[in-house]
């Protein structure tokens, strides 16, 4: 009898610690929902854990509100209302495109020469005249005028047959009046006015036109300047803006091999940076036979 006591605490003890550890082994394993342990002997013990059910609502009412009440603002509208916006909108809509260039541009524009005449006081003009002159001393503008002298006086860049100036050349102004004594007097330009790059509008085209010394290399007359690249830039900037096609680039240079030679400088520069074909462009050379030289490029630009 004393043996059967014995052995019945041996299990009861066995028992109770084996329940122990089957609990501490579900909390190590908490994630899951439900956990079975296994413990050696006679005893088999299974834990089972629910994980929370968590329900979430949602109002639709809410949701659909701001939808409803931008409906009914909008249906809301009168007619009349509805007339009156459309017709405050422009029958015709314009587009003016922005020229935009990140430095400093290189392209001078018209007038060329802008002056106001600073005479002193108490001198009663009976006569003057403004006169532009080229570096042969021809006189490419005249302009005369009696009594009060305009408050300014320009040249725009154009010559008695309507010729644009010729750029790389130098160019200079004089101003000469007479009072009513008599008197003579002058205003002039000491040091003469060479453009080098000019950009101006013909026949509907922009046109831009560089001086080839200002854009190639004095010995290597195929390689472009550091000015060269720079008006490069801004040549590209204007031909993206207007985007219409052909653009035509004229080289008036000493020879036609060397109008060629420059002109596929100008054509591998386009081809690499603008990515375009070459039937995008019109290419032409010519030889340069006035006097003075004026041996350029020419930019003719649609838009």
Do not use: C
Not at 33 to 48: F, N, P, R, W, Y
Not at 74 to 80: A, D, H, Q, R, V
Not at 125 to 134: M, R, S
Request: charged share 30%; proline share 5%; net charge negative.
């Amino acid at each position: 009898m004393k043996k059967i006591f014995v052995i019945t605490a041996v299990i009861a003890a066995f028992s109770t610690g084996a329940a122990l550890y089957a609990e501490d082994q579900a909390q190590q394993q908490g994630g899951d929902s439900s956990a079975e342990v296994v413990v050696k002997g006679q005893l088999k013990i299974k834990i089972d854990a629910e994980a929370p059910v968590i329900e979430v609502k949602t109002d639709a009412n809410e949701v659909a509100q701001s939808v409803i009440s931008t409906e009914e603002t909008f249906l809301n509208i009168s007619p009349e209302d509805v007339k009156d916006v459309k017709a405050s909108l422009p029958d015709v809509m314009l587009e003016e495109r922005t020229d935009y260039h990140v430095e400093k541009s290189l392209l001078e524009t018209q007038p060329i020469f802008k002056i106001s005449p600073k005479i002193p006081a108490g001198i009663d003009i009976d006569k003057w005249n403004f006169k532009v002159t080229d570096s042969t001393g021809g006189t490419v503008k005249l302009q005369k005028g009696e009594g009060r002298l305009p408050d300014v006086i320009s040249w725009d860049g154009y010559d008695r047959e309507g010729r644009i100036l010729k750029v790389g050349s130098p160019y200079w102004y004089v101003l000469t009046y007479i009072d009513r004594a008599g008197n003579p007097g002058s205003v002039r330009r000491e040091t003469p006015k060479q453009v080098d790059a000019l950009m101006y509008r013909q026949d509907g085209k922009l046109a831009i036109e560089i001086s080839s010394n200002y854009f190639f290399e004095p010995k290597r007359k195929d390689r472009m300047t550091d000015n060269g690249r720079d008006v490069m830039v801004e040549v590209q900037d204007y031909i993206k803006m207007r985007n219409t096609y052909p653009v035509i680039i004229q080289v008036y240079s000493e020879d036609t091999g060397m109008a060629r030679d420059q002109l596929r400088s100008i054509e591998k520069v386009l081809a690499e940076k603008l990515k375009l074909p070459k039937d995008f462009f019109k290419m032409e050379g010519f030889i340069d036979n006035s006097l003075p030289k004026n041996y350029r490029v020419k930019f003719l630009i649609n838009g």
